[in-house]
């Protein structure tokens, strides 16, 4: 017969409490959803929606607190873009569960690093009509770039600054004018994107609209008075 001291007996107890404690947490730990999971997920959707990264870039998930206990999903985490109004370099991602427990997370995702941007050669007054060499382009933080910056000078020739522009300042649509795309009384056409899919429907502009202006708009289908912004001849974009 073995004997054992006491001081032995208290420590094989105290390992058979801790092996007891490490497998019931184990055991926790697999009716929470991985929280790694969660973020590849968001990450996958934001991508399909997302300019690609350049070599300069990347996508950046969450952050989803480490902490966060959620229901295992049994059904399987759905993914979609949260509606709202999308921005060129960010989205967000509603991760969505519906058994055994219902749930949704919505998850930030942007693409960090820099970006080239048009910016203004120099100093640029109200009225200016814009040629090549009142544009160059450089590289820029995207954390730090304005809504609706241009990454194609090309773009930008023709357009009209709308007030006095520093030289430096990044270019934005807010700044510039171009052609009127839609004027008032005329039917357009009201394009929505949520979800990843695109609804056209049939509207009636009640302002005059240059391009990149916003304008209100009446949607024939439903009588609705709503916001948007002309993104080309006779084209609205409906503002969520």
């Not at 008075?225 to 993104?231: K, Q, T």
Request: proline share 5%; charged share 20%.
């Amino acid at each position: 017969m073995i004997r054992t001291s006491p001081n032995c007996r208290r420590l094989v107890l105290i390992g058979c409490v801790t092996l007891a404690a490490a497998a019931t947490s184990s055991a926790a730990a697999a009716d929470y959803q991985d929280l790694a999971l969660l973020e590849a997920a968001a990450r996958s959707a934001a991508a399909a929606v997302l300019p690609p990264p350049t070599e300069k870039q990347r996508l950046q998930v969450g952050p989803i607190p480490p902490g966060l206990h959620l229901r295992r999903c049994d059904s399987g985490v759905k993914s979609a873009v949260a509606p709202g109004v999308r921005e060129k370099s960010r989205v967000l991602i509603e991760l969505r569960c519906e058994t055994p427990a219902a749930w949704h997370l919505y998850v930030p995702v942007r693409v960090v690093g820099t970006s080239v941007v048009a910016v203004a050669a120099h100093a640029l007054v109200a009225g200016s009509v814009l040629t090549a060499a009142d544009v160059t382009v450089e590289q820029r933080d995207l954390t730090a770039l304005p809504l609706g910056f241009f990454d194609d000078p090309a773009l930008l020739i023709g357009l009209t600054a709308g007030r006095a522009i520093a030289g430096g300042a990044v270019l934005t649509n807010q700044q510039l004018l171009g052609a009127k795309a839609v004027q008032r009384g005329q039917t357009v056409t009201l394009i929505a994107d949520s979800g990843g899919m695109s609804v056209r429907m049939a509207g009636r502009a009640l302002t005059d609209g240059l391009i990149n202006q916003r304008v209100r708009v009446e949607n024939l289908s439903s009588g609705r008075i709503v916001e948007g912004i002309a993104r080309s001849e006779q084209v609205v974009e409906i503002i969520f």
